[in-house]
């Protein structure tokens, strides 16, 4: 079974006259331990098919499955309890809590979710020391770089061990080396600990990580590639593509 399918998926803003479509009739599927990057030009609707998947927004039509389940039945308390369990989110803008340190960022899903201090603190270093930050768990933001910013919000998207990690523009804030380490982690985690990632990015090299490239124009997908594994030749093949879009 796909861990996520989407069937028909739209979205409309707007009434009559001024209605404007960011998402029309999308259908895609990603299987377990799959890495797909979303690409396409500004407002194609790239943010809004990951804020749909990930339950932030609701459809106008079709739906999104999550192992089956049609995710758009269910009551805002249901989605809300889902999202902390299956779905990891990590931003352009790594929205931590600048008042804890590195750990108790880290530590904070499982903690809302109702788990003991002891055992999401547990859990919480477990994955720092994955994103090797070991030596920074009572740091607070402030005292961490851009990049060890971004590896704190990746633990917390993980800590909970979801299905699907959803990346929106994870390296926008990065430099070139820090963004590299960022999406090699994603790939690094589709690979060993068999997670669904899906990552919209603007970076054909970053996008190269991927397994498949969605490409999207005016809210539908226009092709998809899937990649051999040699990322300098992709990456051009995909600078290509994104342009003549």
Not at 64 to 74: F, I, N, Y
Not at 168 to 182: F, H, I, K, Q
Request: charged share 25%; proline share 4%.
């Amino acid at each position: 079974m796909a861990v996520i399918e989407t069937v028909n998926l739209t979205k409309v803003y707007g009434h009559a006259e001024t209605a404007v479509t960011a998402l029309d009739h999308v259908n895609m599927v990603m299987q377990a331990g799959e890495f797909v990057a979303v690409m396409g030009p500004s407002g194609c609707g790239k943010s809004t098919l990951l804020h749909l998947i990930g339950g932030l927004d609701r459809p106008t039509e079709g739906c999104v499955r999550l192992e089956g389940r049609d995710t758009s039945r269910l009551s805002d308390t249901q989605l809300t309890e889902l999202r902390r369990r299956k779905l990891g989110f990590v931003f352009q803008f790594f929205n931590l809590m600048p008042v804890l340190s590195a750990l108790d960022n880290a530590a904070l899903p499982l903690l809302l979710d109702g788990a003991r201090p002891e055992h999401a603190r547990a859990k919480a270093a477990e994955w720092l020391h994955r994103m090797g930050l070991g030596a920074r768990l009572s740091h607070r933001p402030r005292e961490l770089s851009g990049g060890q910013q971004q590896r704190v919000a990746l633990a917390r998207a993980l800590v909970a061990e979801p299905l699907v990690i959803l990346a929106d523009e994870p390296t926008g804030n990065l430099d070139t080396r820090a963004s590299d380490e960022v999406v090699g982690l994603l790939r690094q985690i589709a690979d060993e600990a068999g997670r669904s990632v899906l990552m919209v990015t603007h970076d054909p090299r970053l996008a190269a990580y991927a397994d498949r490239i969605a490409f999207l124009k005016d809210g539908r997908i226009v092709d998809e590639t899937r990649l051999s594994g040699d990322r300098d030749a992709e990456a051009q093949v995909t600078r290509e593509k994104v342009a003549a879009l």
